[in-house]
Structure formats: structure tokens, C-alpha cells
């Protein structure tokens, strides 16, 4: 099971591995790019030591770049390795996917080849997973394509916590990889564009086999490739269009000449699209395709010149990223949700808390505002909702029977809330500004004022079936438990897992009668039998509720929340709970 600490190291990772990704886009050259790669191993895949091996065109790798030691840097850049040797080692020892691991009790046949390589001696390994000085790590660079060519390989060394990679350190160096690969095809490509633009400048005697030159770059690139005009009042508009273009967008080229990038782009993205600057510039946004569908990609544009007449048009470079952002958009999941039962971890109950508090407190006249928003919100959910939206009554198969003020939605891990309450993004509808958020003042009596409920729940006798039956009947337990929770909350509320046994449930627009039967429902919903591999356990729980409101920090409304469920639990220690 997860710790608390793995979903923020999770996303520390996270974020060297896009600026090191980010940064494979920035080099000017070839030889920028390789060096890049390597140096990006180091600084945010927590190796010590990485070597890029370049397929030369007659097939046979050459050491381009290394990072981590400039003694192994002058020793071994500029060897070449056989491309036979290379093979043997591509094939020998375990594969992680892409990847390839040769431990030391193989490789030592490795040590006479042809291949440059550097290594210290070292003690063996202590324990199963740790990192010998012998072991041997490769991840190969492939082409985009079915044909899977290969462009390079890089390898690493040494570790800084001195232990083979898990599956999250060899999924990173491998989506590394496909990416290092992207890179450098491209900076192969921006060298072959670039040379054809010098020869369209210089060679005026060469003029039409230049053009050809650039034609077939264009058109048999295999990345899209656009050309759009520069000023006037056609500025923008796609002047022409390759194939690999007109296949992303499912569009014919015909049909691409009436629109601008403008045109094309997702509503949400126009404002990255606009500070795109003409020259070097640079932006992921969408792009809609003739079905109707988005597709992710990386525009890159340059300016091409006339020496006499200024710029003459605009050459765009658009590479498909619909993959790696499906994979980062999985990874980032990953990090904030709990492992077991799919829902909001603690990371990310708090992020979405905070989004909704500020540190001046809610001054008079607020309270009228919220209400306000809450009714354009809920769509009159907040009127009346007391009597009609959250009366505790349940059928006799203990199945929620809701009033048409509240309506149960499918667990979350069929459709996640990601913007934490229903909210829209920020800078559209209402939350172009922040409001401030108010608790009722009447205690248990509805004062009228609606505010966000925060529901901490435990479990009663969850520790015992964990005792008597095990952890897979406890964590059984707890993946219904989060079930019925989320079953029995609106589409826009929030239902997470603190830890252990510790649920909260942040709900929007509620008042103090609405809370308090929200409460009793969930607890209800908590209560029938839950079965097991045939066998029925029961569990309870005891409800705490808390307000958040401006002026408090997250774990002041957290730990609120707690001490009222605590507060409940001794008062209803003497009712006789069974589990089992």
C-alpha cells in the first residue's frame, strides 16, 4: 500500500521529467540535442552516469555524448561500438519493456567486446535489489514508426539511491526514451529544413534544385509541416499543408487551405496559440479534427525570409503528442489518487480544499454572495434542500432512495471530478474571481447559510475484520466502503481517503440540517453487510462535520472536522457495534 510521502515524490519525478522532456526541445543542433539527452539522465532521472550511442549510417554506434564524469567523458567519447556487439547486448539479460538489464553475474562476458564502456570495481551487492558497479542498463531509441528503427542507445549507471529502478524509475527512463528519440529526429529533420533554407538563399544559380529539396522534406517528413502567410489580412492562413499533416487532422489539403491554425484550434488553447511568438516559437494546444475530436500536438514555428523583402512566410513543424500526454495525464492519476480504491488521496483532498480558501477571513456581505453563486450553481439545490435533498430515508434493501433535489452518480472511478467541486477552470464562468466561501453560525440549528461541509468519517471495527479475516478481506471492506460513499454524494462533491481506515467527504452548498442528514445517509449506506469471499462482515462509522471558510487554513478545517468526529465516537461509545 502507498505511504502518504510516494504521491509528492511521485510528483517531484514528475516534474523533472517534463522540464528535462521540455528541455530536449530547446537545442539548436544535433549535437545539442544528444548532449541534452544525456545531461537530462542526470538531472532528472537520478543516474550519475549517461552515455548516448549514435547509430552511424553504416550502422555501428558511436559514443555522441556523456554526462556525469569528464574523465569517462575524454576516455571514451567519439569510440565506436559494432553494431554486432550491440545486438548481443540487446538481446542478453532480463527486459522491462523497451528496456534492457544485463546484471553483473552476465555481463562479465561483455568486458573483451568492442563496445567502449567504463566502470569501477565494487563489492557484491548486499541485497537482492541493490545496483552493482557491473550491472549494465540500456534503453534503445526507436524511430516513430512501424518499422522500429533504431536511432541509438542510451545507457546509464550508478543509481544516486544505489538500487535497481522500480516499475516508476522504468517506465520514466523508457517514456525518456521515446521522447529522446522524438528529439532527435527532429533535430535531425530542423538541420535538413535548415540546410534547404540557407541553399534557397544562397545558391540563386541552384534555385529549383533547392526547392526540390525542401518539397520532398516537406512533403514526406513524417511529422506535419505546415506553411502559413505572414501579414496582411491573410496573416495566418495555411498556404500549404504535407501528408503527414493532412492524416493527423483527417482533412485533405484542399480543404486545409480555407483555414488558420486559429481556426482549427480548441476554444480553451487560442490563448497559448496567440503568445506563440512568430519566430522560435513554440506551444502545446489541441487541434480538431474533421470527426469532431481534439488531438494534442507541438507546434514549432520559424520564419522563413526573403533577404530583400522581409519575411515571406511561415514554416510550422506540428508533432503528435496525443501519447505521451494520455501517458502524463495517467501518470499525474497515479499520484494523486489512492492506489487501493481509486478515489482523491490525501495530496490531492488538500490541494482541491485549498483552491477553495484564502487567508482573508469572510467579511458581511459575503455570506449573501456565496449564496448567490451557490443557487446559479446548484441550479436551486441550495432553497429548501434540508427538507428535500438530503432526508435520511432508506428501503429495506438498504438502497438510498433520493428526492429530486439529489440524485446518487456512478462511483468515481467511472468519471472522475477532476476540478475538485464541479468547478469550471480557472478564468471561465464564475471563478474568474474568487469567492468567498462561509460556515452556518447556528451549530447544529439552520441558520439558512450554505457553506462546504467537510464529512471526516471512520470506520467502527474495521481493525478487527483487518484481525480476524486479513488484510484482502480489509482492503475488500474498503473499496465497498469508498464505493456506497461515492454512490451516495453528488456528481460535484468530493469523496477521498485520508489513510488507513479515514474517509472525508467535501460537500458544496449545504446547510447545517443538510450536513447533518448527509451524514446519516452515508453512515446508513455504511451499514448493511459487506461480503467477502462468502462471508458477510459489517463495519460502522462515526461522522465528524466541519465547515471550511476563508480565513482558515486547510488543516484547521481538517483537524476541526476530526475532533467533532471523536466527539461523536465517545458519545455513541456505549451503542454496541458488531463486526463480522
Known amino acids: 500500500m502507498e505511504t502518504e510521502s510516494e504521491p509528492y515524490v511521485r510528483l517531484s519525478t514528475l516534474r523533472q521529467l517534463h522540464q528535462v522532456v521540455a528541455d530536449l526541445n530547446t537545442a539548436r543542433s544535433l549535437a545539442d540535442t544528444l548532449q541534452t539527452v544525456a545531461d537530462g539522465v542526470v538531472a532528472g532521472l537520478n543516474y550519475e552516469l549517461a552515455c548516448v550511442n549514435l547509430v552511424r549510417p553504416d550502422g555501428d554506434l558511436v559514443v555522441a555524448a556523456f554526462a556525469g564524469s569528464s574523465a569517462a567523458e575524454a576516455l571514451i567519447t567519439g569510440r565506436v561500438g559494432s553494431r554486432t556487439s550491440w545486438e548481443r547486448r540487446l538481446s542478453m539479460g532480463v527486459s522491462w519493456g523497451d528496456l534492457r538489464f544485463i546484471p553483473h553475474t552476465e555481463g562479465w562476458v561483455l568486458m573483451e567486446d568492442?563496445?567502449?564502456q567504463w566502470h569501477t570495481d565494487g563489492p557484491?551487492?548486499?541485497?537482492?535489489?541493490?545496483?552493482?558497479?557491473?550491472?549494465?542498463?540500456?534503453?534503445?531509441?526507436?524511430?516513430?514508426?512501424?518499422?522500429?528503427?533504431?536511432?541509438?542507445?542510451?545507457?546509464?549507471?550508478?543509481?544516486?539511491?544505489?538500487?535497481?529502478p522500480g516499475p516508476w524509475g522504468q517506465e520514466a527512463l523508457q517514456m525518456y526514451a521515446s521522447q529522446s528519440a522524438i528529439a532527435i529526429s527532429n533535430a535531425r529533420l530542423r538541420s535538413n529544413m535548415q540546410r534547404a533554407l540557407v541553399r534557397l538563399e544562397r545558391e540563386q544559380q541552384a534555385l529549383r534544385a533547392s526547392e526540390e529539396s525542401f518539397r520532398q522534406a516537406f512533403e514526406y517528413a513524417p511529422s506535419g509541416m505546415a506553411i502559413a502567410e505572414m501579414g496582411g489580412d491573410q496573416h495566418g492562413r495555411l498556404l500549404r499543408t504535407n501528408d503527414a499533416l493532412c492524416r493527423l487532422l483527417g482533412r485533405p489539403s484542399s480543404v486545409m487551405r480555407r483555414y488558420s491554425f486559429a481556426d482549427l484550434v480548441h476554444p480553451e488553447d487560442i490563448g497559448t496559440l496567440l503568445r506563440t511568438s512568430a519566430e522560435g516559437g513554440r506551444a502545446e494546444l489541441r487541434l480538431g479534427r474533421r470527426d469532431g475530436t481534439?488531438?494534442?500536438?507541438?507546434?514549432?514555428?520559424?520564419?522563413?525570409?526573403?533577404?530583400?523583402?522581409?519575411?515571406?512566410?511561415?514554416?510550422?513543424?506540428?508533432?503528435?503528442?496525443?501519447?505521451?500526454?494520455?501517458?502524463?495525464?495517467?501518470?499525474?492519476?497515479?499520484?494523486?489518487?489512492?492506489?487501493?480504491?481509486g478515489l482523491?488521496?490525501?495530496?490531492?483532498?488538500?490541494?482541491?480544499?485549498?483552491?477553495?480558501?484564502?487567508?482573508?477571513?469572510?467579511?458581511?456581505?459575503?455570506?449573501?454572495?456565496?449564496?448567490?453563486?451557490?443557487?446559479?450553481?446548484?441550479?436551486?439545490?441550495?432553497?429548501?434542500?434540508?427538507?428535500?435533498?438530503?432526508?435520511?430515508?432508506?428501503?429495506?434493501?438498504?438502497?438510498?432512495?433520493?428526492?429530486?433535489?439529489?440524485?446518487?452518480?456512478?462511483?468515481?472511478?467511472?468519471?472522475?471530478?477532476?476540478?475538485?467541486?464541479?468547478?469550471?477552470?480557472?478564468?471561465?464562468?464564475?471563478?474568474d474571481h474568487h469567492v468567498h466561501i462561509v460556515?452556518?453560525?447556528?451549530?447544529?440549528?439552520?441558520?439558512?447559510?450554505?457553506?462546504?461541509?467537510?464529512?471526516?468519517?471512520?470506520?467502527?471495527?474495521?481493525?478487527?475484520?483487518?484481525?480476524?479475516?486479513?488484510?484482502?478481506?480489509?482492503?475488500?471492506?474498503?473499496?465497498?466502503?469508498?464505493?456506497?460513499?461515492?454512490?451516495?454524494?453528488?456528481?460535484?462533491?468530493?469523496?477521498?481517503?485520508?489513510?488507513?481506515?479515514?474517509?472525508v467527504v467535501l460537500a458544496d452548498g449545504l446547510g447545517a440540517a443538510d450536513a447533518a442528514d448527509l451524514a446519516?445517509?452515508?453512515?446508513?449506506?455504511?451499514?448493511?453487510?459487506?461480503?467477502v469471499d462468502g462471508r458477510a462482515v459489517r463495519v460502522g462509522a462515526s461522522f465528524g462535520i466541519g465547515w471550511a471558510e476563508c480565513g482558515m487554513t486547510v488543516e484547521e478545517v481538517?483537524?476541526?472536522?476530526?475532533?467533532?468526529?471523536?466527539?461523536?465516537?465517545?458519545?455513541?461509545?456505549?451503542?454496541?457495534?458488531?463486526?463480522g
Not at 542498463?137 to 544505489?162: F, H, K, Q, T, W
Not at 530583400?308 to 505521451?324: K, N, S, W, Y
Not at 501518470?331 to 487501493?340: G, I, V
Request: glycine fraction near 10%.
Open 124 to 164: 557484491a551487492p548486499r541485497f537482492e535489489d541493490e545496483w552493482h558497479p557491473h550491472d549494465r542498463l540500456y534503453a534503445p531509441m526507436y524511430a516513430s514508426g512501424s518499422g522500429r528503427e533504431l536511432l541509438g542507445v542510451i545507457s546509464v549507471d550508478r543509481p544516486r539511491n544505489g538500487r535497481h
Open 344 to 431: 482523491p488521496n490525501s495530496a490531492e483532498l488538500r490541494s482541491r480544499l485549498s483552491a477553495r480558501l484564502c487567508e482573508r477571513p469572510s467579511a458581511p456581505g459575503d455570506e449573501a454572495a456565496y449564496g448567490a453563486y451557490d443557487s446559479q450553481r446548484d441550479g436551486g439545490y441550495g432553497t429548501g434542500h434540508g427538507a428535500g435533498g438530503y432526508e435520511p430515508s432508506y428501503e429495506p434493501s438498504y438502497e438510498p432512495a433520493y428526492e429530486s433535489g439529489y440524485e446518487p452518480q456512478p462511483y468515481a472511478h467511472e468519471h472522475e471530478h477532476e476540478h475538485g467541486f464541479g468547478f469550471e477552470p480557472a478564468g471561465a464562468g464564475p471563478y
Open 520 to 531: 446519516v445517509r452515508l453512515r446508513n449506506a455504511i451499514i448493511p453487510p459487506i461480503r
Open 114 to 116: 568492442d563496445v567502449p
Open 294 to 341: 481534439y488531438v494534442w500536438v507541438s507546434l514549432r514555428n520559424s520564419v522563413v525570409a526573403d533577404t530583400a523583402d522581409g519575411p515571406r512566410f511561415l514554416l510550422t513543424h506540428v508533432e503528435d503528442i496525443e501519447e505521451r500526454k494520455r501517458h502524463e495525464l495517467q501518470l499525474a492519476h497515479r499520484a494523486s489518487h489512492d492506489a487501493l480504491t
Open 439 to 503: 460556515a452556518p453560525t447556528g451549530g447544529e440549528t439552520d441558520d439558512g447559510t450554505k457553506g462546504l461541509a467537510v464529512l471526516f468519517c471512520d470506520l467502527d471495527g474495521f481493525k478487527s475484520i483487518n484481525d480476524r479475516f486479513g488484510h484482502h478481506t480489509g482492503d475488500a471492506v474498503l473499496i465497498e466502503v469508498a464505493r456506497r460513499l461515492t454512490t451516495g454524494v453528488r456528481d460535484g462533491d468530493t469523496v477521498a481517503r485520508l489513510g488507513g481506515d479515514e474517509f
Open 558 to 579: 481538517l483537524n476541526s472536522a476530526d475532533q467533532r468526529m471523536y466527539v461523536e465516537k465517545r458519545s455513541r461509545a456505549k451503542v454496541h457495534r458488531r463486526a
